[in-house]
């Protein structure tokens, strides 16, 4: 059962409706009547979480793995860290709406076992900003274990790519020119992983996708910490019936989990200690 969250009732507002099966991500982005979310659009790895999590218009990789499967160090031969780490899928422990009839919101706790045998525990809180506007999103992850492990985290924001059309770009300061057409690369799929800690302004960075005509013009404004998400991943796919964009703040670039560590970009997050993430997106 999904929980809906609204800036108003009447038609030219929006609503999110939270997926309780799988950490509270979202299912639906819908404004002015117009659902963002690629639906059954996605192109399929094989593993039943992601297909389900990447038809919503968000959903969480991480807490201790992002991307594709890598081994585990020192586990069992063959052991591999899944799809885009251990929470997608989770159902949540327990929720609690909060914030004002105007404004609501949502807190959420989910229990997670990682892939190492350890545990975390996601505390995660949506909200409408004070003018209705944007929609914010607030994350803290505990050691809830007895080891310590490597945190990782990517947000995937998820767009039907039939949305976009000859002038919507991806536009930021941490892009190249500036601006990016949405159909960037070569052949019927790409992505690119930026540093966005370098142009951020007060420690968060911002970027657009659009305009859509959609919606009258209007363009997704994405912003996002990067104290602890200090790249921005951006993916598209056109392949067979696939088709969409997705913005993706991330916690660490693209490398294996052996380079990350021999790098040094891998620290622990050590019994009790947390690490918080935190975005805000609106259509305007």
């Given at each position: ?74 586990g069992p031969e063959g052991r591999l860290y899944p799809l885009h780490g251990s929470l997608c899928g989770t159902p949540v422990g327990r929720t609690e709406m909060t ?96 540093p966005a800690a370098e142009t951020a302004v007060d420690g968060w960075a911002r970027l657009a996708l659009g305009p859509f005509e959609a919606l009258g013009g209007r363009s997704l404004q994405v912003r996002f910490r990067v104290d602890t998400l200090p790249f921005l991943q951006i993916w598209r796919c056109q392949r067979g ?44």
């Open positions: 059962m999904s929980i809906s969250i609204s800036s108003r009732d009447d038609a030219d507002g929006f609503q999110i409706l939270l997926d309780r099966q799988s950490a509270l991500d979202i299912g639906a982005f819908v404004v002015d009547g117009t659902d963002l979310a690629p639906g059954i659009a996605i192109p399929s790895d094989g593993d039943l979480r992601i297909d389900h999590a990447l038809q919503g218009f968000f959903f969480t990789c991480g807490p201790d793995h992002v991307r594709h499967p890598e081994p585990i160090a020192g914030g004002a009839d105007d404004r609501p919101g949502c807190f959420a706790e989910t229990s997670v076992d990682l892939a190492d045998g350890g545990t975390a525990l996601v505390s995660r809180h949506w909200a409408i900003s004070d003018d209705a506007s944007e929609i914010t999103l607030s994350d803290r992850v505990t050691n809830t274990g007895e080891t310590a492990f490597a945190p990782m985290l990517m947000y995937h924001m998820n767009i039907g790519g039939w949305l976009c059309g000859e002038s919507t770009l991806i536009s930021g300061a941490m892009m190249a020119d500036g601006s990016e057409h949405f159909l960037f690369g070569e052949g019927d799929s790409a992505h690119l992983c930026l019936t696939a088709d969409v964009v997705s913005i993706e703040p991330v916690s660490h670039r693209i490398a294996s989990r052996t380079a990350l560590a021999e790098a040094g970009e891998l620290p622990l997050l050590h019994p009790g200690e947390t690490i918080d993430y935190a975005l805000a997106f609106r259509v305007g």
